[in-house]
């Protein structure tokens, strides 16, 4: 994993986003279509980069296999099959 910012690969452990009360970041697509609700998707955990301290979010998975079924019309389907688990702290390939 490389920071965007500067290039590092240093990171942090992946850690949980807690706003303790606050609005946690996500993601908010436009509404498919006039009656239907905008895709949201919460971003679950975060690593910071130890360089310059940028933070990259994730979803978690289950929001990641829900990100999937987002209208190709969206323009997301171009998605990984792939993600972080951050229990073994390793990207998992899916087929
Ligand atoms: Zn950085």
Redesign the pocket.
Known sequence: MR?N??D?DRFSPLAQVSYHGHVSPRLEFRKPGRFQNRPTFAAAFARA?L??G?IVYFVSQPELLRLAEVPDELGVTNYSRRYFDEETDAWIEEE
């Open positions: 920071c910012i500067c590092s980069c360089d310059c940028a």
